[in-house]
Structure formats: C-alpha cells, structure tokens
C-alpha cells in the first residue's frame, strides 16, 4: 500500500487523554482512535493486526479441532437468570429493549453456549465437542484508562468444550494449554509469557492465566525459576498450593521465584458442570442415562494481545511488530526525487508486492528524509528498506530490521531472498 | 469436512417461531440458531456462508479503493446530540455506561466517522478518501418476525466517502453502483436485483436503493420493462419523479413497468454536508478557504443478503447456496459399508482437499441412503457427489448439480475437472 493513499496520518502527538503506553503509541501511529474511555476506532493499520492476531487465533483452535461460530452480543435477562449472574456480575452492561425486555450486552457467553450446544449434544456419540467464537465484547468497567488492554468493548476468542467425563475435560484442557502458548509465540510474546496457576473454583483446584511480563502490567505473578510456569499473587499466601505447584518446597518462596509486573493475556477454567445444571444440559451415555455435560472455557483477548504487543515490545522511536503480526513485512521509504528514481522505486514496490511480500510504501513527495525514517521507526514494521540516489547509483538497496541498529547493502535479488525466507 | 464432525444436525422441524421461511430453512438446515426475537447465533455452516458474502463485499469495496475499518458499537450520547438524532432515531438501543454515561449501540455510524476522518483530512490534497466497516449492528425494532431479513442484532457492511466537490461525490456514487451490483451478482442474486430509485435528501434528488425480487418481501417495487432499474412505490405518485426516471413517459405508469414485491439488499446516499456541518469537518482548498466535507454513505446488511439467499433461491427441499457463498463447493455422500469401500470413499474425500476443492463428507455411518440425500438437498451445497458400491463397480462417481434433476457418471479424473473449472 501506498502511505500517500492511507486515509490515516501519524501524529506529533498522541492527543491520547489516557496515559497507557499502548493507547498513546497506537493513536499517535494512526493505528486505533479513541471514541470515549475504553472504545476505540481501529483505523486500517490497526485492524490489519487485529484481523493478523485473530488470524493466529482461529488457526490455533481450528487445529484443536474446535468449529468457529458466532452469538449475539444482546442477550436476554432470563439466560442471566437461570445461572444467577445477572445481579451477581457488576460489569454486565444491562439494557431495555422493545416491549420492554431486559437485556444485557454479552460480557462472557457461557449463558448463550450452554443452550445452543446442548440442542445439538444428546449422545455420548456427539461429544467430545468444541466451539468458539471471535466477538466484540462488552464490559461496563468502572475505570478504562488503560487502553485496549481493558476495554468497554473490546475483541475476545472464547472457547467452550463439551465432554463426557473430567479426563476427556482434562485432556483436552492440556492440549488448549499447548493451543495459547503457540498463540503467544506466533505474536512475538512467547519469551516472556508464562502459564500461571491461578484460585480455581467448585471443579478444580486451580485454574490457569496466561501472563505476559510488562512493566505496566496490572497483576503481580511469580516465576517459578526451574521451569517456565508462574504462580499468580492470589495463590502465594496458600500454602497447600505453593507445596503443589513447587517441586521439594522448603516455606521460602523467595528461593524459587522471581517477582514480576504482568499483563494477563488469557486464562482457561474447567467449569465441570456449573452452566450444564443451570440449563439442563445433559447427555446420554452409553449406560442409556442421563448426565450433565462437563464443560470447559477459555479466553484471549485479541485486543488485549494488541496492546500488550505495543506495551511489551516498542522502544522509544515507536511500535515494533513481531513478524506475524505486523500489517506489512516491509516499509519501502523512497528518497527519491528525480523522475527516473521515483520510477526505479515503483518497480522496487511492484516487483516486491509480485513476490507475495505485503509492502508499505512511503511514496510521499512532499516529507523529508528524516520524517520518513521517524515514521517507518513509529509505525513498526519488522523491516526498513530505502531507495535513494545513493543506493541506486550503487545498484542497491539499504535494509535494516526495525529491532536492529545496523543497515546492510543488497541488490534487489538479495533483499527478496532474505523477505521469502527470513529464518 | 466431515459431517460426522460437525457439531450441528439438521432438525426434523425447524421449531423456529417466527414464520419467516429464511430462518425456518436455515435453523432446520442448522445454519442459525435463534437466541431472542431479532438475534441469531450463526452456526459453523452459517457462518462459513456470512464469511463468503463479507469476503465478496470487502473485495468489492477493496476495489473501489475504499480501507477497512473497525468502529465501535457503543458511542456518547454527546455526538449523537451533535447531529439531532439522540431522540429521533426510534429504534436506537440506549443504556447506562459507568458515571452515569448515556451511551448509544450504533444503527449507523456517521456520528463516528464523521469526526474520525476529519481528524486526518484537512488539505484538498487528502481526498477523495473512502473507508468502510463490516460490523455488527443494532436497531431496536418493535418487531422482529422476518429472520435475518429484519434483526435487532444483524451484519452490515456501512461504506462513507469524503469528497472536495458534489462532481467528486457524484463520480464516486456511480462507481459504488457498479460493486454494488458486482456483489449482488457474485451472491447469485443478479438476475432478480435492481437499482430502484428512492426519496432523496435535502442534498440530492434521489437516493437508491437495491431491490431483490421475492414473494415474501416487505416492499414493492415498479419495474421498467425497458432497462433493469425500478421505482420505489414511495416515488409513484410524484409525476415529476416519473417523468425524471422513464423516457417519454406519456401518464400511463403501468405502459412502462411492472410490480413486485422486494427486498431491500443495499440503500446508498448522497449525504452532502448534513453530517460534516455537525462536527465542523471542514478541509481546506486549492483556495486557502475552508470548506465542509461533502460525504456519501453506502450500506449493505450481509446477514439479510443470507437471508435473503434462503428466501429467493431455495425449494421444497431446502437451500440452493451459489457458488461463491456456499459453505462447501461439494456435498460428498457415502453409500459405502464394505471396508474397502470406505476406504475408497476416504481417499476420493483427501484427493478432492488436495486439489483445493471444499468438501462436506457425509460419512455417517448410522444414517440411511435417503435421510443423506435429504439432508443434502436441505443443506443446499451447489453439487452433490455420490461413492456407492454400485459407483464404485463401475469405477464411476455419481455427480449432480443441487438445482438440476439429472445425475451423471463420472470418473473421478473427470470429476475433478469439472469442478475445478465450473464453467
């Protein structure tokens, strides 16, 4: 794409009124815009990491096996009813709809899944099953100043899974575990995002969060410094947990773990029967009775992750995307000026887009070199690659990484071998 | 696919409640289930189908030149006051947000973008720019009977453009005809969509509409025998509109056209400066002066395209998905009970994936020769491929267009073919 036909500009400032990092970088890069506190316009550069991220998502839960669907944000009172939460979540964005009718504004779908799959799941022969979604969410938060890392509205990946029995539940509550860490990796966070045991509920001992080390992050967790896997702060303070989760514990919990700020970036419940009862959800099995479903659950804000990103790996000259997540692998800066330059220029671009490489081409006539190069810095994408007079007198092409403060000289066959196959 | 994977099934009765025959064929089909009035979830094969027709929209807009944007759902009651319409519009959703906030779920979003892009576009030198969305909407209809033809919760695709000069705007009107039109034909619904003339606005004679013959629609619609545009009803009693849109009209409006019933797919506007006086989005010309933006907006709902697909093209046996929007291009059933045979079947199944050709492999075991062709007819993929023992004797495939009654032999070679190249 040409920057000179991007509808969005970046800015001198952020203009942003919440003092997040993410918001501030995103909005003065042009990628998202706030419309009030916790509800933000993606312009196309952000939703083209949005759509990257949730991209990552749905392949890594289609390979699980789970088929993708989508349910209604507005939601009637009397699902929230049946399981008691809508008095009970102080979220819940609660509405009047025509001829009176109470609604709310989906927060979580556990009151839409349960019934919708359970008109489907009658034998033992249909289970185990699996579905999720990719959906706007809605969330009445009382504070929202921190960006797309808690929104009013905001992206989510929920998954639900169906089962006959807690070891199927279990089974396949481990191969989601393995699911979300390849989620992180592909976006550039698996260095620095742990599995963390987490308080549990009436079906299990603990559950699990994902958490991503930021500074800014609002959750304290600990790392366990023998194996990638942290404890979350609600967790330290009970003994019997720390004894389960620490191999040969002594009682000094400073011996084993280090102490970080985190952003938590999913988490995954084993809800056993909790939403089955409530709907009478149940299944036949091959004894010829009757039984609740045993569920699961699990979240990832896509949106989240995109905040995280801009919080966890920029520098201060700007944004700096991981490789699958970036709206375009190349930001090509031309520096020319003379009509036969500009010319070689486009057939750079050209012949780079014929090669199946995603480029941002800053074609602008009218903005200096060193306004080009802070913006190529903001706007973050993985590689920098300027044409100027002085390359092309050479018959080269300057390339640099964003993350690396070293430019190399390459032909054009050189540069296209090393954007096909980065590794 | 395997349908034995899927986790819906078809329904003997569709248990639908409202009469419409769009959601009683997709919930039997089980595309869609309805979760309230007005608010459907959107199954694996329903949403596959949404999917195709969004892809087919933002192709469409793609080439207009339009960029792709993601705006929220929940917007301030202050911009909506800015325009007039907070107490005006009768079907917008309102709510309670934290601090008291009165909040609004977008019907429409010129209250958004239009500030939005004013933000960026300030010099002559930034337009034309055209952005759109496809997002979930919502509208708070008193009733909501019509399935996906009529949602308090639905899809839509909402496109606004920015001009310097009403030629600008105009040029650009035409041109989102033309995709507008592309879609209608790659949605299979060419042949019985018409550009129809609507009421206009205080900035333009007309406005239009794209109207889709069917019996079940809500509006009606006056055809001109001579070219394939219609007249919206509304406009029928005003002579100087008829004089305006028919050559040589001599009084006698039946002489000309001809009545139906129709669905609204598509409406598009000349917006003028209405919303860019609101927000003082003004941009500043050749002349050093400033001016309002002069906008246009261009909706498409994509679920009532769905929904209107199930109406228009279907039979008394079910679906008839076109091509480009059906969930799978092929319907594989199998006859097979003999090991050999399955496995024959199987391998058919993987060769067709490989050669890039989607599949819904009916592979159930437990489900007769009949109940599969009924479902096959129910679910409405464009061909329907049949492995039997009697096929396979004959080293053959059974192979039948969804809308033609003959069957063929084929051999697989053969099969391929013609699937690879429909036409």
Same mark, same amino acid.
């Given at each position: 794409m040409r920057l000179s036909h991007l509808v969005t500009k970046t800015k001198k400032a952020s203009g942003e009124q919440d003092p997040s990092r993410n918001a501030a970088l995103l909005t003065k890069a042009g990628y998202i815009q706030r419309l009030m506190s916790g509800a933000y316009s993606y312009l196309p550069l952000g939703l083209k990491v949005l759509n990257n991220i949730e991209t990552i998502i749905r392949e890594e839960m289609n390979a699980l096996g789970a088929q993708e669907i989508l349910m209604p944000a507005l939601q009637p009172r009397e699902i929230w009813e049946k399981t008691g939460r809508w008095d009970k979540i102080d979220v819940l964005y609660t509405l009047k709809g025509a001829g009176d009718a109470d609604l709310a504004l989906g927060p979580t779908h556990e009151e839409v899944v349960t019934p919708l799959l359970s008109s489907?799941?009658?034998?033992?022969?249909?289970?185990?099953?699996?579905?999720?979604?990719?959906?706007?969410?809605?969330?009445?938060?009382?504070?929202?100043?921190?960006?797309?890392?808690?929104?009013?509205?905001?992206?989510?990946?929920?998954?639900?899974?169906?089962?006959?029995?807690?070891?199927?539940?279990?089974?396949?509550?481990?191969?989601? *575990?393995?699911?979300?860490?390849?989620?992180?990796?592909?976006?550039?966070? !698996?260095? #620095?995002?742990?599995?963390?045991? $987490?308080t549990g509920g009436a079906f299990s001992k603990y559950s699990h969060e994902f958490q991503t080390i930021t500074s800014s992050g609002e959750d304290i967790i600990y790392k366990l410094k023998s194996t990638n896997v942290a404890i979350n702060k609600e967790l330290v303070e009970d003994i019997d947990a720390l004894r389960d989760i620490i191999p040969d514990f002594n009682g000094q919990l400073a011996d084993y773990v280090d102490e970080y700020r985190a952003i938590e970036v999913g988490n995954i419940f084993k809800l056993g029967t909790r939403f089955s009862d409530a709907f009478s959800a149940d299944v036949t099995h091959a004894d010829g009775k009757n039984y609740p479903l045993i569920m699961g659950c699990y979240g990832?804000?896509?949106?989240? *992750?995109?905040?995280?990103?801009?919080?966890?790996?920029?520098?201060?000259? !700007?944004? #700096?995307?991981?490789?699958?997540? $970036?709206?375009?692998?190349?930001?090509?800066?031309?520096?020319?000026?003379?009509?036969?330059?500009?010319?070689?220029?486009?057939?750079?671009?050209?012949?780079?887009?014929?090669?199946?490489?995603?480029?941002?081409?800053?074609?602008?006539?009218?903005?200096?070199?060193?306004?080009?190069?802070?913006?190529?810095?903001?706007?973050?994408?993985?590689?920098?690659?300027?044409?100027?007079?002085k390359t092309l007198e050479s018959n080269s092409i300057e390339f640099k990484p964003r993350n690396d403060p070293g430019a190399l000289l390459l032909t054009l066959e050189n540069l296209e071998n090393i954007l096909l196959d980065p590794t």
């Open positions: 489907f799941l009658k034998s033992h022969r249909d289970l185990p099953a699996a579905v999720y979604q990719i959906q706007t969410k809605y969330r009445n938060e009382a504070r929202a100043k921190a960006g797309l890392l808690r929104g009013r509205e905001f992206r989510m990946k929920d998954l639900y899974s169906f089962h006959l029995t807690q070891d199927d539940l279990d089974e396949f509550y481990n191969r989601t *575990i393995e699911a979300y860490l390849n989620v992180y990796r592909r976006c550039g966070l !698996g260095d #620095i995002t742990y599995l963390t045991y $987490a990832i804000g896509s949106s989240r *992750i995109m905040g995280t990103i801009a919080e966890a790996l920029s520098d201060d000259r !700007g944004l #700096i995307w991981p490789d699958e997540v $970036a709206p375009f692998k190349v930001h090509l800066v031309s520096l020319c000026h003379e009509e036969w330059e500009i010319e070689q220029a486009n057939t750079i671009y050209e012949r780079l887009i014929k090669s199946g490489i995603s480029v941002l081409y800053d074609d602008r006539m009218d903005v200096r070199a060193g306004e080009k190069f802070s913006d190529a810095d903001l706007l973050g994408m993985p590689r920098r690659v300027v044409v100027s007079s």
